[in-house]
């Protein structure tokens, strides 16, 4: 028999098994991470849970079509909405500490309030009767033994779902320089797919040679992030106009932010020209 990994999985490892394995770590960390959102306001606790979240949403589509059914799309689903009702409280996240600098003391007061209201409401969906029910759909999945008539090795699903989507990722990226925000962020979704489907997959594959391709994808999904962080900022400078107080005059200060918001856009550009590069010449380890 083929060597354990460190990860649990194996080339021959069925691909329902490994579902099940992946799903199960997912959970934990959306455990740990919702703990920490429910009992504090530090930014990483909202940030990891829909990590977690987008991670269990990879993995639910990465293996659809080896293992189906309505508990799956069920399942699914209810990580898309939770992930959603968190959004509001880690896009402001980022607005205030990735994509502008130097926040005017009031914009930061009118943030602080508001953040305040995404933080209740992320809290509410993470300790209601929902979260409840899917935290024990999410436990009786992981525990269920696969089908009996689960077979196929988790080495020959990988290549041809990797193949797939990086196929798909090329073609997305064929002529980036003419894409607008619209098609960067279709490309984007399929880099992260790619992204979460190669770091579940690595361990079915010998060869050890996924590092250097995942963090091509890494760094090819910052740079479309970075972009794409650009296109939210101007929802986010529209709530925080809303969330302002008749007392508060922030359209100005909102002004300035707006022209930062836009500088930079060639240097981004340069940036994810670079890293689509990098990604285009890094090998493929399923096929090494």
């Excluded at 909405?81 to 205030?96: K, Y």
């Excluded at 020959?156 to 980036?176: E, I, N, P, T, Y």
């Excluded at 650009?230 to 200060?253: G, I, N």
């Excluded at 930079?264 to 020209?273: C, D, S, Y």
Aim: aromatic share 6%; proline share 4%.
């Amino acid at each position: 028999m083929a060597p354990s990994t460190k990860s649990g999985l194996r080339a021959d490892t069925n691909p329902e098994t490994a579902l099940r394995h992946i799903v199960a770590g997912c959970h934990a960390d959306l455990l740990k991470y919702r703990a920490i959102v429910l009992k504090s306001a530090r930014p990483n606790g909202i940030h990891q849970t829909r990590v977690a979240l987008r991670r269990l949403r990879a993995a639910f589509g990465l293996f659809r079509d080896a293992v189906h059914g309505p508990a799956v799309r069920a399942l699914s689903a209810e990580a898309k909405w939770l992930a959603r009702e968190c959004g509001a409280a880690r896009d402001l996240q980022v607005f205030l500490t990735e994509t502008v600098s130097d926040v005017p003391p009031l914009v930061r007061r009118v943030a602080r309030r508001l953040a305040d209201v995404h933080l209740r409401h992320a809290r509410a969906a993470l300790s209601g009767a929902r979260f409840a029910a899917f935290d024990r759909g999410l436990a009786s999945f992981t525990a269920r033994s696969p089908a009996s008539s689960a077979d196929g090795r988790l080495d020959a699903f990988g290549r041809a779902v990797l193949d797939m989507r990086h196929a798909k990722a090329l073609r997305r990226g064929r002529k980036l320089r003419e894409y607008d925000t619209e098609r960067l962020h279709r490309l984007r979704i399929a880099i992260k797919k790619l992204r979460y489907a190669a770091t579940f997959l690595a361990p079915a594959f010998a060869s050890g040679g996924a590092k250097p391709y995942i963090e091509a994808t890494v760094r090819l999904q910052g740079a479309l992030g970075a972009l794409n962080d650009r296109a939210v900022a101007a929802q986010m400078l529209t709530d925080l106009a809303t969330a302002a107080r008749p007392t508060e005059d922030v359209a100005q200060p909102l002004k300035a932010l707006a022209k930062q918001v836009a500088s930079g856009e060639k240097r981004r550009r340069r940036r994810l020209e670079r890293a689509w590069a990098a990604f285009r010449k890094t090998g493929r380890f399923w096929r090494a």
